[in-house]
């Protein structure tokens, strides 16, 4: 529970640059915003989390035995004037459950 939820948040915060910023959103989902960060930026700082996650030991878990793993959806993108956030995350969160439906523990990039 709580144990993994920081140990994960830990992960994802090592991953990022200084001016990036690392969110809990949801249950068990997280949100990370990149100021000046390209779409390669953007994946290779994904890809670091995924990694970084994977690799936590169980016992930073809080358990013995058992790991987890990280499926990330990625939006590269420049807001226009007249785009709302919600639909930024939209684009995000169908990229999430694109990587899921691929098989889990990675990084799928937003169309």
Do not use: W
Request: charged content about 25%.
């Amino acid at each position: 529970g709580d144990s993994a939820l920081r140990a994960v948040a830990q992960a994802l915060q090592a991953a990022t640059r200084p001016q990036d910023l690392v969110a809990r959103y949801g249950g068990e989902e997280f949100a990370c915003l990149m100021v000046d960060a390209d779409r390669d930026t953007t994946l290779r700082i994904a890809e670091r989390m995924r990694a970084l996650v994977e690799a936590l030991p169980p016992r930073s878990l809080g358990n013995a035995d058992d790991s987890v793993t990280l499926s990330a959806g990625v939006l590269s993108v420049v807001p226009g004037p007249n785009q709302q956030s919600a639909e930024l995350l939209h684009h995000a969160d169908a990229a999430l459950y694109q990587a899921k439906r691929a098989g889990r523990n990675r990084v799928q990039l937003a169309i």
